[in-house]
DNA sequence: GCTTTCCATTTGTATATGCAATAATATTCC
DNA sequence: GGAATATTATTGCATATACAAATGGAAAGC
């Protein structure tokens, strides 16, 4: 009778993460190809369309829709200002920081994408196959959607 | 009649990036809470561990296996040789940078971390549902598997 | 109203990641 | 065998990410 499998063998044939993470760099490096000749990355459109999509909107709440961290949002946002896709805005209301919202550029820049991100997106879906894309969206209605509003996911739990 | 969804508004709600990448933050945090007292993070575990499975083994190789940048790796292996938990053998044949493989005190490392993984890996099959564990196991048969040999997924063509 | 507590953001530090260019070695082709 | 080509690794540069600690403003308790 053989032992039960090595911790080293489950990990490299089971970790889930080991498998999302690969994926995320499959995935990224096919959207970055595409939007490379707009000086965007990947990651960043995602934050963008949120900060379009979600309006005047403060850091912390990018962060939890995202599950991004706060210190992370502080630098990334920084360079997004810097270019000029978005700004902040005076709202008279929480002195702790303001909230930033998309500019004109920023709103030009990702209606100039489409086309770019559709065919990103189309290899995914064949990367991933009807399965695959189809189980990510199930995901999203979960947890991991980031358009959805409401309780992120708290590690902790 | 309204016009098509905005760009803005399909990306939000159908981008598929989004979503993986939100899955791996979520993911990566679940397996890092677990892993901390081992001062292994879970991203140096992945590539441990399959370092500790596929033996001696190249850079270049690690980065065919994980879609990792050979640049990336340079700096990533340079923290685990540090941290003892790889070394470099000398092999004779190619000049070009020796291969890595595992020690004695990083295999005693990740025989230690067991229970640590397994309750990550739990809390992980929870969160995606049984169709999101099976389905990301699927997609391992097709191309991300990182235990399985042969062509990576180059973005190329 | 003042103190305590809570909350949003930033800073310091460390790791992860990729592209472009370079260095160094291997291989191939006359 | 030497030039042209291909492969492996590294370095420079830029972005992404998180934890811990510090900062500064808001809210609550009394």
Chains 1, 2 share one sequence.
Request: glycine residues 8%; contains cysteine.
């Amino acid at each position: 009778m053989k032992k039960d499998k090595d911790i080293i063998d489950r990990i490299a044939h089971e970790c889930l993460l080991m498998r999302v993470r690969k994926l995320d760099r499959v995935l990224t490096s096919i959207y970055d190809a595409e939007l490379r000749p707009f000086g965007l990355k990947a990651s960043q459109t995602n934050v963008v369309v949120l900060i379009a999509k979600a309006g005047p909107i403060r850091r912390i709440e990018i962060g939890r829709r995202l599950h991004l961290d706060p210190s992370t949002l502080t630098r990334n946002l920084k360079i997004m200002l810097i270019n000029g896709w978005i700004q902040e805005i005076a709202d008279g209301e929480d002195g702790r920081g303001l909230p930033v919202q998309i500019t004109v550029q920023g709103r030009a820049l990702l209606n100039q994408i489409g086309p770019s991100w559709r065919k990103a997106q189309t290899r995914t879906e064949k990367f991933l196959g009807a399965a695959g894309a189809t189980l990510m969206r199930k995901l999203a209605e979960n947890s991991i959607d980031p358009a959805r509003e409401g309780r992120p996911n708290r590690g902790s739990g």
